[in-house]
């Protein structure tokens, strides 16, 4: 995956989160405040939107350092946190499947690791 690849990607993801979000707060703020579900669907497009974002910097930052080889992993868990964490939580706020709360973490893990990743990046490298 290179720099070009992961803005690509982060567009699109920052697109969907923008789409995602006004549709909760339009077409299913009533659902989403009668099942109690609200704030949960919140989190999850702010995790989404905030790593997107993220995503964005750091294929920018790899167009700049293609040698900070340690910027692809980052993506990459930044990709995954996104479609784990923000995935699970969209899913569980719109079915009420509670088992998946139990993966959400797993997302949360791989966003700390790619900003850990991150910050191996400028770390490790001039």
């Known amino acids: 995956m ?28 009533e659902i989403l405040a009668e099942t109690g579900r609200l704030e949960t669907f919140e989190t999850a497009v702010k995790y989404h939107f905030y ?3 993220a995503l964005l910097m750091i294929g920018i930052l790899y ?9 692809k992993l980052a993506g990459a868990l930044m990709i995954l946190g ?3 964490f923000s995935g699970s939580l ?7 499947i ?4 139990a ?11 790619g ?5 191996l990046a400028a770390t490790k490298n001039s």
Not at 90 to 96: D, H, N, Q
Not at 104 to 113: H, R
């Open 2 to 29: 290179n720099g070009k690849k992961l803005i690509q990607i982060a567009s699109i993801f920052g697109a969907i989160a923008v789409g995602i979000g006004a549709f909760g707060a339009h077409g299913l703020k």
């Open 51 to 53: 790593h997107s974002l």
């Open 63 to 71: 167009l700049f350092k293609p040698d900070w080889k340690q910027l």
């Open 82 to 84: 996104i479609l784990i």
């Open 90 to 96: 969209y899913i569980l706020s719109l079915t009420g």
């Open 98 to 101: 509670t088992w998946l709360g």
């Open 103 to 113: 993966i959400t973490p797993l997302g949360g893990v791989a966003f700390i690791l």
């Open 115 to 119: 900003w850990a990743f991150l910050f």
